[in-house]
């Protein structure tokens, strides 16, 4: 009759009760684990009817207590702990869960400023729970952590979903992903670009230059690059380089109003009032579109940046 949260709880009185609740769990498949690497170590645990259970780690006393937060359909259980040692208990604390009831990693929140004599620590420890994940966000604002986002990256085997938010003069080789997002793209040169491979690609803050598109776009067309791309939006700064990126790329321009209207809708989100189709070797076909907005809700005069966009169809 009891909840996750209150398997959670009762299992953490005492070694017998614990033993209890992992007999218990084993008649239920494992549930998905939300980590989250920041301030508040915090790990969420969503139960059968998507209800998520989650608790946080922190040495502020005052945050300390229980928290139910419903949007919509959506209903969140915040438990907040005192501890003098948060990310040694955050850790603790998902090994029981794991022992007691049963739970596997899909999604990593990994904010590198908050203990960053730890970062390797944490990597191996994560990485030995799980090599694979389904989203992981990373965010670091210090160049001297560029090593450890690089071992990171390094220590993945698959990961649906990267999102990666760093500093400048990092060099990070990106690991194979299906969705990728890299808010301060300047590292990727071109040669890194066309080693990427993932279906769908958000590069913001990029240095990418128009040469590259066009070396990019015939790339593509050729089939020597970016196979398994669907759709590409890379923000930079375009400033009437529409003929210069199409230069001797066979293309024929549209206008094609359902093509506008994906062009409209995320992760584009851009007027298209014209764009250029080019066809790859196989027969498959993309539609690029060239805006000097780079989103179409940002008004003009706060937009410091255009985009090259991209979808294969």
Known sequence: MLDTYGLINISLGSSRIKKIVTTFSRLTPNLPVDLFLTDKPGISVTDQNKVHWSYYLTSYQPAVGYYKYINGSAITHSTYIYSGNPLEEWMKLYDHIKRAIGCYIIHVDFDFDYFPS??????????????????????????????????????IKACRNLSLCVTDGYQIE????????????????????????????????????????????????????????????????????????????????????????????????????????????????????????????????????????????
Request: proline share 2%; hydrophobic share 35%; aromatic share 8%.
């Open 118 to 155: 730890q970062n390797k620590r944490i990597i191996d420890w994560m990485t030995t729970q799980n090599d694979s994940f389904d989203t992981l966000n990373v965010l670091s604002t210090q160049e001297e952590d560029s090593g450890h986002v690089q071992y990171l990256m390094s220590k």
């Open 174 to 313: 990106i690991p194979e992903t299906v969705y990728l997002t890299i808010t301060n793209s300047k590292f990727i040169d071109c040669e890194q670009f066309l080693r990427l491979r993932a279906q769908e690609i958000l590069l913001i803050r990029c240095s990418l230059t128009n040469q590259d598109f066009n070396r990019f776009l015939k790339s593509w067309m050729a089939g020597e690059s970016h196979f398994e791309l669907k759709k590409l939006k890379i923000g930079t700064s375009i400033e009437d380089g529409t003929d210069e990126i199409m230069m001797g790329v066979p293309h024929e321009v549209t206008t094609d109003i359902d093509v506008a209207e994906v062009m409209r809708r995320g992760p584009f989100r851009i007027e298209m009032t014209r764009g250029y189709n080019i066809t790859r070797s196989d027969g498959k076909v993309a539609t690029v579109c060239v805006s000097n907005h780079f989103d179409k809700e940002i008004r003009p005069e706060y937009s410091r940046s255009g985009c090259l966009c991209m979808w294969v169809h």
